[in-house]
Every structure is written in C-alpha cells, then in structure tokens.
C-alpha cells in the first residue's frame, strides 16, 4: 500500500469510527473529533491523559485486567465498553484495541477503534428489562392460576360433601316420608278391613244368636249347620286379614303377574269401602295383560289412586260416580288407566300433586304422600312412569311400566 492510499485508509477508519491511541502506559496521544464527540473532552483535554480519564466507575477491575493482559500479549481485544463521558453520561462502545508493534517486534503504542452502540445496549437492556417484568408477571400469574385452581378444587370437595350430605338427608326424608306413607296405608288397611269385617260380624250375632234358639229347642242339625256357617264366615274373616298381610309385604323379587289378577286383589280390599260410596267400578282388562315388577307394590301403587278417585268421588254432588280401570299391552309396555269421572284436577294444582306433602284436602284427610307415593314406586321400583290427565269429567291416572322381564334389564 502507498503512501497516500495509507492516508486515505486512515481518513476512513477515522471518519466512521471512535478512534484514540496511546502509549503504551495508557496516556493518550491521539483522539479523532468522533472521540471528543462522545466524550465531551476536548483533544486538548485528552491528549496526555491517562485512557482512563472515560473509564466508568461502574466497571469492575478485572475486565481491565483482562484488557491489559491481553494487549500486553500483543494480541488483539475486542469488548463492549461501558463508559462514561465528561458530563457524568454513559455510553457504550464496541472496542477493539490492537497493539503497534515497531520493526523488532516490539509494542509502541496501542489504537482503540470503536463505534457508538449506546442506542442498542439501551434498547436491549429495556428488553431485558421488559422481559423480567414479563416474567414476573407470569410468574405472578400462574401463581394466581394456582391458588384458584386450589380454592376451585376446595370449593368442589366442599360442594361434593355438601351435596353427599344433603343426599343422605333426602334419603332420610324419603325413608321417613315412605314410613308416614306405609302408616297411613295401614289406616287405610285398617278401615277397610273394618269395613270388610262389618258383614261378617253381623252374620256371626245372627249365628250366635240362632245357636243359642237351637241350644234351648234342642235342635242339634240346627246347630250343627250354624256351627259349619260360622266356620265359614270366619274363614272368610281369617282370608280378609290374610289378604291384607300379604298386601302390605313388599315382594323380594320381581316377577311377571296378570295386571288383572293385581287389580282384582287391590279391589277386594277396597270392596266395602267402595260400595259404601257408591261408586261403579268398570274393569277392561284382558285376561292375558301381564306385568313384569314388584306386584305389591304396583298394587299399592294402585289402591292411592283408587283411593284419591274415592276421596275425590265422595265429594260429587250429583249424576253417577264411576271409576274406570283399564289396560293395554304391546311389545314392551303395559299401559294401566285409572279414570274416575270427578271433575278431575285443578290446573293450578296439576303441577304439584306429585310433590310431597301437597294435599287440597283437609289437614286430617290428605297427607299429600299418595300420589308421591305412587311416583316413586313407579319410577324406581317399575322402571315405568305415570301420568296424568284431565279427561271425560274426571282425571285420568296412565301407568306404563314394562310387560316382561328384558332380557337385558337395565
Ligand atoms: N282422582 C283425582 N281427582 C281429583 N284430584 C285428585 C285426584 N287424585 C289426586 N288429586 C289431587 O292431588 C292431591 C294430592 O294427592 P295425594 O298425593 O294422594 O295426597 P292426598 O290424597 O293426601 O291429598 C289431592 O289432594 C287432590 O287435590
Ligand atoms: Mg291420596
């Protein structure tokens, strides 16, 4: 390279970068207008000042170790810089200081060529900085995640045990409520059998008092046909009780019975009841109409509805009082409808008279069980359901539960 070409590659370097150079103790000799510029010292200033007039208090000394034991190595070191300027400002240079050396090899002075990099080392010590707030808020963050998700999962046992808990006190309600219910049966049971009784009774004074005729005539055929009479009529007493007992057993197993048979028994009990009121009753049934369930149950199911058309049918004033009951069978379902014709059932109770304990009649008259009763033993025993309508002057109760026992039963 000429010399004049020297000159030029020089003015370039100069021009574009922080030159400065200094002997080899450090004392500046030589700084370009880029230098002061940054610094804010004048060359007059600088020249004959230690390099380190721009060093940065807040450098710690073994990066200048490093520096000095390296160029003294005569190689090259490259390093951002963090310095400060004669106003008391940072900037930050990237540095690369090379060692001169003269013809023996020797060192004879250093040049430092730099460029300004304040604006990056700036911008990206704003990063970073964003960056550790960011993470601290993720941190934040998933920490909040956390604790909710742990108050969520608190609040959820919280919410199960709740619910186990008012899950063991409706089972409680249901037992206590099935217990008013099979007590207030028995009432029933108990006047019906009452009823059924009255007839019988009489026939055995009548009988008694015959005997006794017979006993002072000396009539010994006579007494002995009295004698075989009572053991009838007692008999029939006897079964009246016996039919009573097995009523109000509940069946261990389900099974497939005639729907009519069912019906015949339920209105055996209810006989004496019934005619007291008055009320025809009209059976549609087919002989061959099974039922797949708990017998006794569905027949308790049955003698409330009867019952509720009694109580209802007790309360018409005029025409006929009628209840009838019918059934149909296809594939699946038996269908089981107790119609009376009593005016049926208020719109606005309609919604309610399966709810527990909703009764229209007088506090010592309803319980308002029977029809919840009814439900539950239809739904949950039968796996059938049970609707109702108002139809033909009176409400019209529809049972449909299953015909036979499902191969597969759910
Ligand atoms: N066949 C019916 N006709 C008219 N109303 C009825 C009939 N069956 C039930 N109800 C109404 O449904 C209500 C609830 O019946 P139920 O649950 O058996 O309780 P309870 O008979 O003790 O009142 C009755 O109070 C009555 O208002
Ligand atoms: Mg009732």
Excluded at 139 to 146: D, F, G, I, P
Aim: aromatic letters at 6%; proline letters at 2%; hydrophobic letters at 35%.
């Amino acid at each position: 390279m000429g010399r004049r070409e020297l000159e030029q590659y020089k003015r370039a370097v100069e021009q574009s970068n922080i030159v400065s150079k200094t002997d080899i103790n450090g004392i500046i000799t030589f700084v370009n207008e880029e230098f002061c510029k940054i610094s804010g010292y004048s060359k007059e200033e600088l020249i004959g000042k230690n390099h380190n007039i721009v060093r940065h208090p807040g450098v710690p000394k073994k990066n200048f170790r490093l520096l000095w034991n390296t160029i003294l190595k005569k190689e090259t070191f490259k390093t951002t810089a963090k310095n400060r300027a004669k106003d008391g400002s940072t900037f930050y240079v990237n540095t690369t200081i090379t060692p001169i050396l003269n013809e023996n090899g020797d060192i004879e002075e250093f040049i430092a060529i730099r460029y300004d990099v304040t604006d990056n080392v700036a911008l990206t010590e704003a990063l970073k900085k964003k960056e550790k707030e960011l993470s601290l808020l993720n941190s934040a963050l998933e920490n909040r995640v956390k604790e909710q998700t742990k108050e969520l999962r608190e609040l959820n046992q919280n919410l199960e045990r709740r619910i186990a808990e008012e899950t063991e006190k409706n089972r409680e309600k249901d037992r206590l409520m099935f217990q008013q219910a099979r007590l207030a049966a028995m009432g029933e049971t108990i006047s019906n059998i009452a009823h059924q009784w009255r007839q019988p009774l009489s026939e055995l004074g009548i009988i008694i008092f015959t005997m006794k005729k017979y006993f002072t005539d000396k009539n010994e055929k006579g007494i002995e046909k009295q004698y075989e009479h009572a053991k009838k009529v007692i008999t029939k007493m006897s079964k009246t009780i016996e039919d009573f007992r097995n009523f109000s057993n509940p069946d261990k197993e389900k099974s497939s019975f005639s729907v009519k048979n069912m019906i015949e028994d339920t209105l055996s009990i209810l006989k004496g009841s019934l005619r007291k009121a008055a009320i025809n009753i009209e059976v549609d049934i087919d002989e061959h109409i099974t039922a797949y369930g708990y017998k006794n149950e569905l027949s308790q199911a049955v003698l409330n509805l009867i019952s509720n058309a009694k109580d209802a049918l007790l309360d018409k004033l005029l025409g006929e009082k009628t209840l009838k009951i019918s059934s149909t069978q296809n594939d699946n379902f038996t269908t089981l409808s107790i119609a009376d014709n009593a005016g049926g059932i208020d719109d606005a109770a309609m919604d309610k008279i399966f709810e527990p304990y909703f009764t229209t009649k007088h506090a010592n008259l309803g319980t308002g069980l029977g029809l919840y009763i009814v439900k539950t033993i239809i739904e949950s025993s039968m796996n059938g359901n049970v609707c109702v309508k108002n139809e033909n002057g009176g409400a019209n109760f529809i049972i449909k539960i299953p015909a036979k026992e499902k191969i597969h039963d759910e």
